[in-house]
């Protein structure tokens, strides 16, 4: 099994693939860790969001969140009336 290591894709969710093809990248063998920074930037939030989520409970990805994932949890989270 190998370990691959991927950080700051930044909505760039068509060059994240483009990555993942290029290594090779094989769903049920490799353990593949993410180290944040979904989003911000790119233009593909959208399909990063839902390719997230499809991967969540996958027992061959780890998602650790960067500051720009904590920066839009914040911004999403925000109470106003407090």
Do not use: C, P, Q
């Amino acid at each position: 099994m190998r370990e691959l290591f991927i950080t700051d894709i930044h909505s760039n969710f068509t060059k994240f693939k483009k990555l993942l093809r290029r290594v090779e990248y094989k769903e049920d063998e490799d353990l593949l860790i993410l180290g944040g920074d979904y989003f911000d930037r790119g233009l593909e939030a959208d399909s990063m969001a839902k390719w997230l989520e499809k991967s969540y409970n996958s027992e061959n990805i780890v998602l650790l969140r960067g500051n720009h994932d904590l920066a839009l949890i914040k911004l999403l989270t925000y109470d106003k009336v407090s």
